[in-house]
Antibody
Framework: EVQLVESGGGLVRPGGSLRLSCGAS????????MHWVRQAPGKGLAWVSR????????SYADSVKGRFTISRDNAKNALYLQLNSLRADDTAVYYC???????????WGQGALVTVSS | DIQMTQSPSSLSASVGDRVTITCRAS??????LSWYQQKPGEAPNLLIY???NLQSAVPSRFSGSGSGTDFTLTISSLQPQDFATYYC?????????FGGGTTVEIK
């Protein structure tokens, strides 16, 4: 069974940093591109970032470019998102998702809540 | 970036109704279009990939169509468990933009 489990969320002050982790099981992580998607409270889904299978290529939404960094450790079956220079509008549930060959996101974690507030 | 526009933003329907949601892309995305369902407090669930392909274990009352810039998600006979928010998403560009969502409410 495919499982994605996020951790590392919490309350952080504006300007602070946080590292989200996503543990993957039930499939071979190195075979898949992985993505992060976020959802602010009461709002819609927003794509954040993606990383290809061997970590040689990454992409970011303009809203997080230069502040967030996606990475992965295939040997540890883990995906990461480093969040720096956090702002109030980064407050959201962050989902770890698996990218299928079609480009769709076929499995999602339960999400990790990041709250940026003083 | 590609813009994805969903309509309507919300709708009210009854059990058994046929429901159609549309998604328009700001440029040609061929068939790089997915549909997701999200219920309150839950993670989204993939329904349709590549515009018209039903994801495994998704009921056949869901269907997708379209190509280029105009796409449709249809629920042939709305069931109580289908009241949720639906999102389209393009995967043609490196920025996988989502539509704004359509909330299906009970009439």
């Amino acid at each position: 069974e495919v499982q994605l489990v996020e951790s590392g969320g919490g309350l952080v002050r504006p300007g602070g940093s946080l590292r989200l982790s996503c543990g993957a099981s039930g499939f071979t992580l190195s075979d898949y591109w992985m993505h992060w998607v976020r959802q602010a409270p009461g709002k819609g889904l927003a794509w954040v970032s993606r990383i290809n299978s061997d970590a040689s290529s990454t992409s970011y939404a303009d809203s997080v470019k230069g502040r967030f960094t996606i990475s992965r450790d295939n040997a540890k079956n883990a995906l990461y998102l480093q969040l720096n220079s956090l702002r109030a509008d980064d407050t959201a549930v962050y989902y770890c998702t698996r990218g299928a060959l079609s480009g769709s996101l076929d499995y999602w974690g339960q999400g990790a809540l990041v709250t940026v507030s003083s | 970036d590609i813009q994805m526009t969903q309509s309507p933003s919300s709708l009210s329907a009854s059990v058994g109704d046929r429901v159609t949601i549309t998604c328009r892309a700001s440029q040609n995305i061929i068939t790089y279009l997915s549909w997701y369902q999200q219920k309150p407090g839950e993670a989204p669930n993939l329904l349709i990939y590549a515009a018209s392909n039903l994801q495994s274990a998704v009921p056949s009352r869901f269907s997708g169509s379209g190509s280029g810039t105009d796409f449709t998600l249809t629920i042939s006979s709305l069931q109580p468990q289908d009241f949720a928010t639906y999102y389209c998403q393009e995967s043609y560009s490196t920025v996988h933009t989502f539509g704004g969502g359509t909330t299906v409410e009970i009439k």
